[in-house]
């Protein structure tokens, strides 16, 4: 049958009940969100990020891009979260997609460019950071523009009354998997996460809303690292630690949140130490800078210090 043969995604079949009557009970992505909060220890990652930035001055990271290997790698790990309901149904996506923003200077009023790229499993950190380097210096000189502008331009054109027979023709196209390939893969919006960094703008994390348009089931966003002493639970004693805080917004009729739950734990584990959990090295002079043990891991001495007594 044509009809809900997607261009991304297969239609899941050997779901349970409860799974399968879910989207009839809550109905859209908002009504069945839950959201959760993660605080994230990143004096590993930042020391990683230095000293890869130091072996590769070319290829400028940022814990940015450890937080969105550590998301890609969760989401192989645990491939029922790359999953999306669209006209009720439950479809596993084609391949792993994350759209991520950036400004387009960092400048107050400058526009936001939405990047959407595919993330294959066996790419290496390195690779990962020059393309999306790559991909966002040409977005910046095309100007920031793409054929989703162009397409909202052309709706825009059009009076009140026809943009709301487009959106209802959309709407009927993307219940039946009908929607076309081209849209699809151009659009941000089809992707599997959407990851913003608030922190690079100074900013605390905010619980987003999921979009109803498109098949986006995770949002997540990241705020400033903090320096805190943190309370160790079984001694009692005062660390000082890198915090920073991650919020989620999470469509549940994708899977349940045990799942999901061990998703994010798995995430989080891989950005408190990514050497330790796999992140790809490139070469002999990051590992020698990882092992400096004198690194300053105050990324802003300017942080306060805040006392967290988790005992």
């Known amino acids: 049958m044509l009809w809900w043969r997607r261009a991304d995604g297969d239609l899941v079949k050997d779901g349970t009940d409860l799974r399968r009557i879910m989207p009839y009970v809550m109905r859209t992505r908002n009504e069945s969100a839950v959201y959760f909060e993660q605080r ?31 998301s890609r790698q969760s989401l192989i790990e645990f491939p029922a979260l790359n999953r999306f309901v669209a006209g009720g149904r439950l479809y596993q996506r084609k391949g792993l997609w994350i759209s991520y923003s950036a400004k387009q200077r960092m400048k107050r009023g400058a526009p936001l460019i939405v990047l959407k790229r595919r993330f294959e499993p066996e790419e290496s950190f390195a690779a990962m950071v020059a393309e999306m380097g790559t991909q966002l210096q040409s977005a910046k000189f095309g100007g920031g523009k793409s054929s989703v502008d162009g397409e909202l331009g052309l709706v825009l054109m059009l009076p009140g009354f026809l943009r709301r027979v487009v959106f209802v023709a959309y709407r009927a196209l993307e219940a ?107 070469d002999d002079a990051t590992l020698a800078q990882l092992g400096a043990p004198d690194l300053d891991l105050t990324a802003d001495p300017t942080d306060a210090v805040t006392v967290v007594d988790d005992a």
Do not use: C
Not at 47 to 70: C, D, G, Q
């Open 40 to 70: 994230i220890d990143v004096r590993n990652a930042e020391r990683f990020v230095r000293a890869f930035n130091e072996a590769h001055p070319e290829t400028r990271a940022t814990l940015f891009h450890v937080v969105l290997w550590a």
């Open 176 to 282: 039946l998997g009908m929607f076309p390939r081209a849209f699809i893969e151009n659009d941000p919006l089809y992707a599997t996460l959407f990851l913003t960094d608030l922190g690079s703008l100074g900013m605390d994390p905010a619980y987003h809303h999921l979009y109803e348009y498109g098949t986006i089931g995770i949002f997540g966003a990241i705020g400033r690292a903090r320096t805190e002493l943190v309370g160790d639970p079984n001694t009692g004693r005062l660390e000082r630690q890198r915090i920073t805080t991650v919020r989620w917004s999470f469509d549940e009729r994708v899977e349940d949140g045990l799942y999901a739950g061990y998703g994010l734990k798995h995430a989080k584990r891989l950005i408190e130490d990514p050497v330790k959990f796999g992140i790809a090295l490139d």
